[in-house]
């Protein structure tokens, strides 16, 4: 009777084993990466450092040390979960902090890591005072996913490139699901 009981428990333990999902690890690159190549990044996960931005239809993430192949467009940047950047921007989109269901895109639900860490970040692009620059500015290591189409301006096929969110449609989307860093603020 034990030596049965101590086989079912192995091979319990067994399944358990193969049914236990491994955490799917980041990769981890840069923002320069990222515009040379969005065809290989797209629906990934992935981890960068660089300057987030917030204003008044703003919202992006960038790298000073790469700009854009032909001045294409930016990476615009938004937050899973039930959080929102809260920006204001084109065609019917109000700036809200929060959505009522966690964000969803190409059929991959998104959430957000919402601990210290993230709401540190978020302060830090939303300060609560009169704004005397047109954006604030982040510095942070930051792990989500990317999304974008290939596409023409607006949806045609004028000037095609990797687009289709953000202001007007103007930039490829990274949905930040957690903020793994922040620097410190310069005084």
């Keep these: 009777m034990i ?19 491994h955490p799917e690890v980041p990769l981890r690159v840069s923002i320069c990466d990222i515009k040379a190549h969005p065809e290989n990044f797209l629906h990934k996960l992935v981890e960068f450092t660089a300057i987030a931005s917030h ?10 040390h ?29 700036a809200k902090p929060d959505r009522n ?5 190409d059929r991959i639900l998104l959430d957000l890591v919402d601990n210290d860490t993230f709401r540190e970040f978020d302060k830090r692009l939303h300060p609560k005072r009169s704004k005397k620059r047109p954006s604030d500015t982040v510095r942070a290591t930051l792990r989500g996913r990317i999304f974008a189409r290939y596409e023409g ?24 699901t957690q903020v793994v860093s922040v620097e410190p603020a310069r005084p």
């Design 101 to 105: 269901d966690t964000l969803i895109i």
């Design 66 to 94: 790469c700009s854009w192949p032909g001045g294409g467009p930016g990476v615009w940047m938004e937050y899973g979960g039930k959080r929102s950047t809260a920006t204001m921007y084109c065609c019917g989109v109000s």
């Design 153 to 176: 301006i607006g949806g045609t096929k004028q000037n095609p490139g990797w687009r289709g969110y953000g202001h007007m449609g103007c930039c490829m989307l990274f949905v930040v």
């Design 3 to 21: 030596s049965v009981l101590a086989g079912m428990l192995a091979i319990g333990l067994a399944s358990a084993q193969i049914l236990a999902q």
């Design 55 to 64: 204003g008044f239809e703003d919202s992006m993430v960038e790298d000073s």
